[in-house]
Antibody
């Protein structure tokens, strides 16, 4: 069965960067886009970007364009989200979610807390 | 960005009774390829979202047939024919036609009356 297993919770200071991983299994990793979505406390889900692991093509939300980098490692079937210049408003649970048609499967979420 | 607006935001329902959630988009969601990329997700308390419906009306594998999706253009609906206790959670609609970015509704919280 498909599994997306994310890295553990992080606590970061304002201005720092964070890198979250999402290890995929149970399907052909290179065949489906992997999306990153975040959910701040009490807020709606917010799409950040995606990568197609087979080609390395990426697309980002304009809101995060200058601070986010999504990468993948096909040798380990792992996707990564890196968010820089963290601020308190970035405190959220970050999810990976795969295609087809967005959100067929989701990771368990990674809580990132930004606090001085 | 396409704005997705759900109603109601809170939905108290008696067990065994039907429930309906509306989702409206600020633009029509028919893609140039002819498909309409409107999904519905369920998020149970403390869990990750789970996709229930994709492309308006296609139920995902393992989703009970009491869940159904319908709609077109800018108006979409998720219906639960008979609410069960396990249906408690927050439901989100999401459009994937006009991106970036993909956008979500604000969520509808379903609770048992």
């Amino acid at each position: 069965q498909v599994q997306l297993v994310q890295s553990g919770a992080e606590v970061k200071k304002p201005g720092a960067s964070v890198k979250v991983s999402c290890k995929a299994s149970g399907y052909s990793f290179t065949d489906y886009a992997m999306h990153w979505v975040r959910q701040a406390p009490g807020q709606r889900l917010e799409w950040m970007g995606w990568i197609i692991p087979g080609s390395g093509n990426t697309k980002y939300s304009p809101k995060f364009q200058d601070r986010v980098t999504v990468t993948s490692d096909t040798s380990s079937n792992t996707a990564y989200l890196e968010l820089s210049s963290l601020r308190s408003e970035d405190t959220s649970v970050y999810y990976c979610a795969r295609d087809p048609w967005f959100g067929a499967d989701w990771g368990q979420g990674t809580l990132v807390t930004v606090s001085s | 960005d396409v704005v997705m607006t759900q109603s109601p935001l809170s939905l108290p329902v008696t067990l065994g009774q039907p429930a309906s959630i509306s989702c409206r988009s600020s633009q029509g969601l028919v893609h140039t390829d002819g498909s309409t990329y409107l999904n519905w997700f369920q998020q149970r308390p403390g869990q990750s979202p789970r996709r229930l419906i994709y492309k308006v009306s296609n139920r995902d594998s393992g989703v009970p047939d009491r869940f159904s999706g319908s709609g077109s253009g800018t108006d979409f609906t998720l219906k639960i024919s008979r609410v069960e206790a396990e249906d408690v959670g927050v439901y989100y609609c999401m459009q994937g036609t006009h991106w970036p970015p993909y956008t979500f509704g604000q969520g509808t919280k379903l609770e048992i009356k």
